[in-house]
């Protein structure tokens, strides 16, 4: 009998406690935006000491609530800048277009993240925020970044989509932002079906969020609803928001994700270092390397090699499917103005792939996955 597929990416759910706190939400009645999303929004405050956090419908939300709060209560313009990354799901740059904002790509660096002094060359007086990605869990230079901003009055913007549990000194990272954003998507670190969570530094840029993020009300349906189950119907509206708002079957799941999230992290650590001592010896693989000082969450565990294209198809005619993370966004049609401004990415998304991560591999798959590598770029 031949190998089993190695996926890429395969989510680990405990099934029997996530069933458990789903079925809290349901014989209480209650599956929207209540009692569970506050739960998980006060345990994840006490995980990664973060002032603020609100549970939402998935990062991208967050990433759109980051601007648009920020925007709305700071007097940014229409058109004015944000330096961000090509190398990225294409939500973190959707979410500056989508408040009118200009995208400006900085280039990365080694760790494929932003890059400091490619950073500099792109601020203008114009220049009113940075997205920072995290990419694959990886700190990069980002206090660097974060300097930066500090010093010439820039809002610092972190997608953490990748972050849940990545470290630097034994604390979190991302609480000296003016916003983090999480993701606790069904295959991120923290898994649930799809979900995220935005972390304001700000008391009241986190309060502008809670009402933007739905539709603008006032007060949303379990704020008006007391003791006995009695309903104040009335409320106002005075902006224009978003749906974005968390409910408590997502938040369910993400409280026992949560339990885990160390001991998870620690595994995938434990098997990125075993593909390290494996892929060491060969000069056709350069390993992305995890930024010193940092604990990282690990969800990506990253290679470049040349021609690329086709030892993924080598790889995936021996059963191993791996993943690309990410294509340069200026390869997309909505950001081809802007292809030839970052060189570095470009390379970068012509060479790299990611290989199968997840809680479910055994060492045996590990080894399998590191040989054939080897064998096809050999």
Known sequence: MGRDAIQLFVPKFRVDESLDAIRVCLERGWTGLGFMTVEI???????????NAHFLNSNTGGLHLALEVLKR???????????????????TNHAILYCGLTPVFADIDENLCMDPESLLERITPRTRAV?????GGNVGAYAEVVRICRERGIRIILDAAHMAGTRVDGAQVGTDADVAV?????????????????????????????????LGISKDTYARTGEGGTYAWRYDIDELGFKYNGNS?????????????????????????????????SDRIARVPTAPGCESSRHLYQVRVDERDHVLVDLNQR?????????????????????????RAAAASDTLISLPLHLFLTDDDVDYVARSLLDVTS
């Not at 938040?251 to 494996?278: F, H, P």
């Open 182 to 214: 999480f993701s606790f998507q069904s295959v991120k670190n923290m898994p649930t079906a799809d979900s995220g969570m935005v972390c304001f530094a700000d008391a009241e840029d986190d309060a502008a969020a809670r009402r933007l993020s739905w």
């Open 131 to 135: 997205m920072f990605v995290g990419i």
């Open 249 to 281: 079957i997502m938040a369910a799941l993400a409280l026992v994700s949560l339990k885990y999230l160390d001991e998870d992290n620690a595994e995938r650590r434990r098997i990125c270092e075993r593909y390290d001592a494996l892929l060491a010896g």
């Open 73 to 91: 209560r700071h007097g940014w313009a229409d058109g004015d800048e944000v330096i961000s990354t090509p190398l990225t799901f294409v939500s």
């Open 319 to 343: 059963g191993i499917f791996p993943g690309v993370h990410y294509r340069d966004n200026t390869e997309y049609a909505v950001y081809r103005a802007y292809a030839g401004t970052t060189p």
């Open 41 to 51: 929004e006060d345990a994840w405050k006490r995980y990664a000491g973060f002032a």
